[in-house]
């Protein structure tokens, strides 16, 4: 018989970084949207964004998961994701078609994770490509920030550079990640066959 998981409760270091995280994003809207300190905005997002593995590491690796972290974790990323690239849009850093398909890849995903897990399936390994479109992404939109300029300035010579190599990478990880999300489906559905078949013997 598999041991159940000790909770061990709200106050852990892993949900203490989720709150400072989530806190940080009300200083980067600022930043982006009220602010001509764009470059350090974009930078804010990259940390917050590549730090979205250290309270999940670190809650396994301390022993300290906890159902609070299980469920604002997900929901941090969310909401920091989906701030992130609306204000990158809004601002005018990224056409809005970019951001909107990205908004509904997302979408896509929350719903089929919600949904799966209302309906009882079994857990879905997370797929190596879309650990590297969700990286390439998280790398695409801070810097489409940081090679902006507030007012629409003119662009530097290597903000051009730097912009043209961002789109490639962003433009990649959009396709990527949509491809990802189809190979998905098949996974998913036995999820919910194994999620169902598991409840059955119960």
């Given amino acids: ?78 909401i920091l994701v989906m701030t992130g690239l609306l204000t990158v849009a809004a601002v005018g850093a990224v056409p809005w078609w970019f951001a909107i398909l990205t908004l509904v890849r997302e979408a896509l995903v929350s719903g089929m994770t919600l949904g799966l897990a209302a309906l009882g399936a079994a857990r879905i390994d997370v797929l190596w490509w879309g650990k590297v479109a969700s990286a390439a992404m998280m790398t695409a939109y801070p810097w489409f920030l940081i090679t902006s300029n507030p007012h629409h300035a003119p662009l530097r010579t290597w903000q051009h550079v730097v912009r043209d190599i961002d789109w490639a990478i962003g433009l990649m990880g959009l396709a990527l990640a949509y491809v990802v999300l189809a190979a998905y489906v098949r996974p998913a559905l036995n999820a919910l066959r194994t999620g169902r078949a598991a409840r059955k013997l119960l």
Avoid: C
């Fill in 1 to 78: 018989m598999v041991p159940l998981e000790e909770d061990a409760g709200w106050l852990t270091l892993p949900n203490a970084i989720t709150l400072v995280r989530l806190l940080s994003l009300p200083i980067f809207v600022w930043l982006a949207g009220f602010t001509n300190h764009w470059a350090l905005a974009g930078w804010l997002l990259g940390v917050i964004g590549s730090t979205d593995w250290v309270d999940g590491y670190l809650a396994r690796r301390l022993h300290q998961v906890s159902k609070v972290g299980k469920i604002i974790d997900p929901a941090a990323d969310r």
